[in-house]
């Protein structure tokens, strides 16, 4: 079965579930690379200085996690405003790469991206204006980032990802 099928046929909690799992692999990378750079920018827009903060993915994970574990998840006025909030903050990094203000290595940057579009689809939005899901392009972008970098080959991630399956499969 293709990947995009596979996480199609997952319920929106487990697709969560394992993009989030997916980042917290990647993670080192994020971690690694600001260790040894700095990460900030100047937009070309305006030409202000921006400095990201180097626990964002980390900050994304934690509360993508605590959301994603209430039936309800985004019935919470206070869950709704830190993910909207979330959200302002890991875009501004996201269009200073899409105008070319900021540069980072692309294993960098999928992680990077694949937790926006995770955090979009927690929001509520599926689909990119490609009409693919946003949950299944950011676990493809979270494996293309581990595969990369050499963190996991993709056997080793298939593996995770029929074992959530079967995990899930048997609460039902």
Request: no cysteine; hydrophobic share 35%; net charge negative.
């Amino acid at each position: 079965m293709p990947l995009s099928e596979l996480i199609n046929s997952f319920e929106k909690k487990d697709r969560i579930e394992i993009a989030i799992e997916l980042i917290e692999i990647g993670l080192p990378i994020w971690k690694n690379y600001n260790l040894q750079n700095r990460i900030e920018y100047t937009d070309s827009v305006v030409g202000m200085y921006h400095k990201i903060n180097k626990n964002l993915i980390e900050k994304s994970i934690k509360l993508l996690k605590n959301i994603n574990r209430q039936n309800n998840f985004m019935a919470d006025k206070i869950n709704e405003l830190k993910i909207k909030s979330l959200h302002d903050e890991i875009r501004e990094p996201v269009v200073a790469r899409e105008d070319d203000d900021y540069e980072i290595p692309i294993e960098v940057e999928l992680i990077l991206y694949s937790t926006s579009n995770l955090i979009q689809y927690v929001m509520g939005k599926s689909y990119s204006w490609l009409n693919e899901n946003l949950a299944y392009i950011s676990i493809n972008q979270s494996i293309d980032a581990i595969t990369k970098s050499g963190i996991l080959n993709s056997d080793e991630i298939r593996n995770i990802i029929e074992n959530k399956k079967n995990e899930w499969q048997q609460r039902v």
